[in-house]
């Protein structure tokens, strides 16, 4: 795989609101490209719409969210613009029941519009990355937690993404598959230069990454602001 | 992408299956009906050109064209018109022979062009008054009729007299009895059929028929197959039946996929919005939920060709007219059916398709 560099991100004075609750309130942050962020915070802070935003799921009702000096979700292609930029890991895998886990990392490539033969190329490739070469041909529902999360991850990979974001990637895992999905992260990012942004409840995370942001109520904690605001 | 359509439609089989049915029973429908369409204008064909004539002169607004009824007396003044080169009664006795109830026994004017242009390949003319009969060689082959056996017309015996080749399926596959016998056999005495035209030297058909419909009100002048089928008020009727059940089959078959594909969008709201979280754009993912759509379609269209075309050698059976209507399957007829399949898939999958393209990834993802 070639090494993708990582995407620089601003957030500026970003706001989300569902309906009536405010999920995410005046919120600044910036990131380097290649640097690894842990964003922390209780449940209902704020940390997956942080995290949406950014990687151009759902737009800000005030603000703006720079990938790389440009808002995703104002591009005239928002989908293409995300696969250009973005991979995603989710808490729970949502890997397609019925399709391999080689056929599931192919899934953005078809997006892509990437040809057979070299999706199964790369599909391949990145499953021999993640360490489960030997699982390509089996269904989700043959592979335990922490393989599917490993596909999940390679199938964020697909597309040479230069902005990994993970919500909760481990969340659903015990902790010895959830070491083993966060060495994979983290030696990826090494590896490929990407930055990763990665929302958890659990410390370790913390101490892998560069830098920690702790949401609190729609609102970066006060030290976090200050440091955001610095540079 | 075919792939995913192929797994997404087996995964859930049973739902798949019957739409897919829902469609099938339409579009066999459809071809049935057309194949039986196509089998009445074959036969239509045939009666157009019987012994050579270049047009027919039936009733007017009869069931089918066997249902006319003319008098004899118009023959004369058919005649007698300047069009007409030569004008012949004919009186069709359907199912008359009972060892074979597709054959038709025509009674014809032994003097008349009809039969005379019966090409002898045995035998003899009949004789004049003689219970007598020329068998069609195709007849003959079937029943292994030689001149001197008898043939069984409508419960009474003719003796063959000759066996004749026309080069018209329908009379080779028939027999031809002399006009007044036919009448006196079905008591219908001093009545005809059809009266069957040879047209003067430089007369255009449709030119003689527009001047003999005027001239003998009540008929009706056929000289083509297409005209010949709309002659029948019961081909008409299937004719527009068709397009109703076309309609209708594309109402009932959209509605059925929309409901399926909507259902299926539904379910997979977390499916679809991993889909776009992954950079599928929303016109893609609309082709594969359009794709859904028309797979399950032709899925279905393609059991409705196999089973209309089963469908359509019952509904002769089924509507007794088996002995001279063969139902046609024509690729056209075919085609139509297989289109009308995937214009129910492109239809019904227009909407699910659409909502697909409003969806919001974080909601459908968090939908799962």
Redesign the interface.
């Known amino acids: 795989m070639s090494a993708p560099a990582g995407a620089e991100v601003t957030v500026e004075r970003a706001s989300k609101g569902f309906g009536r609750v405010s999920a995410l309130r005046d919120v600044s942050l910036s990131v380097s490209p290649g640097e690894a962020v842990a964003i922390t915070g209780r449940s209902g802070s704020g940390k997956s719409t942080l995290l949406?935003l950014i990687?151009g799921?759902?737009q800000p009702d005030a603000g703006r969210i720079l990938i790389d000096g440009r808002e995703l979700w104002r591009a005239p292609?928002p989908?293409?613009a995300?696969?250009?930029v973005v991979g995603?890991v989710?808490q729970?895998h949502?890997l397609?029941?019925?399709?391999s886990a080689r056929?599931n990392v192919e899934?953005?490539l078809?997006?892509?519009g990437v040809h057979r033969a070299e999706r199964r190329r790369r599909a391949l490739a990145l499953l021999e990355e993640v360490g489960i070469a030997d699982r390509a041909d089996h269904l989700p529902s043959e592979l335990s937690g922490g393989e599917s999360q490993r596909v999940a991850v390679a199938?964020?990979l697909?597309?040479e993404p230069r902005l990994l974001l993970a919500d909760e990637p481990t969340g659903a895992l015990d902790s010895t598959n959830s070491e083993r999905v966060l060495d994979l992260l983290f030696r990826l990012r090494e590896e490929l230069g990407m930055t990763l942004l990665v929302v958890s409840y659990d410390s370790s995370v913390g101490t892998r990454a560069d830098r920690t942001v702790t949401l609190i109520d729609g609102q970066l904690a006060a030290a976090d602001e200050a440091l955001s605001q610095r540079g | 992408?075919f792939?995913?359509i192929r797994?997404?439609l087996?995964?859930r089989s049973t739902r798949t299956i019957f739409t897919a049915s829902g469609i099938a029973v339409g579009v066999a429908t459809i071809v049935a009906l057309l194949a039986f369409t196509q089998g009445l204008k074959e036969t239509a064909a045939g009666f157009v050109n019987l012994g050579g004539s270049e047009l027919g002169v039936f009733q007017a607004n009869v069931s089918e064209p066997t249902a006319s009824v003319l008098p004899e007396s118009i023959v004369a003044r058919l005649d007698a018109s300047p069009d007409v080169a030569h004008a012949t009664p004919l009186l069709l006795l359907v199912e008359g022979v009972k060892s074979d109830a597709s054959a038709i026994v025509f009674g014809a004017d032994p003097a008349g062009f009809f039969t005379h242009n019966l090409v002898l390949t045995g035998g003899q003319r009949p004789a004049t008054g003689a219970r007598e009969v020329l068998v069609g060689d195709r007849l003959a082959a079937q029943l292994h009729l030689l001149p001197g056996a008898v043939l069984v017309i409508a419960g009474h015996p003719y003796r063959v007299a000759g066996i004749y080749h026309s080069g018209i399926l329908f009379e080779d596959s028939g027999a031809v009895l002399a006009l007044a016998q036919a009448q006196q056999l079905t008591s219908r005495p001093a009545e005809a059929t059809d009266v069957v035209v040879q047209l003067a030297p430089g007369v255009r058909a449709s030119v003689a028929a527009r001047h003999i419909e005027r001239s003998f009100p009540g008929t009706q002048v056929i000289t083509d197959p297409q005209q010949a089928l709309r002659v029948g008020a019961n081909s008409t009727l299937i004719s527009k039946a068709i397009l109703v059940i076309v309609v209708i089959a594309l109402i009932v078959g959209a509605i059925s996929v929309t409901n399926t594909m909507a259902m299926s969008v539904i379910e997979r709201q977390?499916?679809l919005g991993?889909?776009?979280?992954?950079?599928?754009?929303?016109v893609?993912v609309a082709s594969l939920i359009l794709g859904e759509g028309i797979a399950v379609s032709v899925l279905g269209a393609a059991a409705g060709l196999l089973f209309g075309v089963i469908g359509g050698s019952l509904l002769v059976h089924a509507l007794g007219v088996s002995a001279y209507v063969s139902p046609s399957v024509t690729a056209w007829g075919l085609g139509r059916g297989l289109l009308v399949g995937v214009a129910i898939g492109v239809l019904g999958g227009i909407y699910p398709a659409w909502r697909v393209t409003r969806m919001?990834?974080?909601k459908a993802?968090s939908a799962?």
């Open positions: 949406a990687g799921l759902e292609h989908a293409r995300r696969r250009e995603f989710f729970r949502l397609l029941a019925t399709l056929a899934v953005p078809i997006g892509a199938r964020a697909a597309n | 992408m792939a995913i797994t997404n087996l995964r977390g499916e991993l889909l776009s979280t992954v950079g599928w754009g929303p893609r919001r990834p974080l993802l799962t």
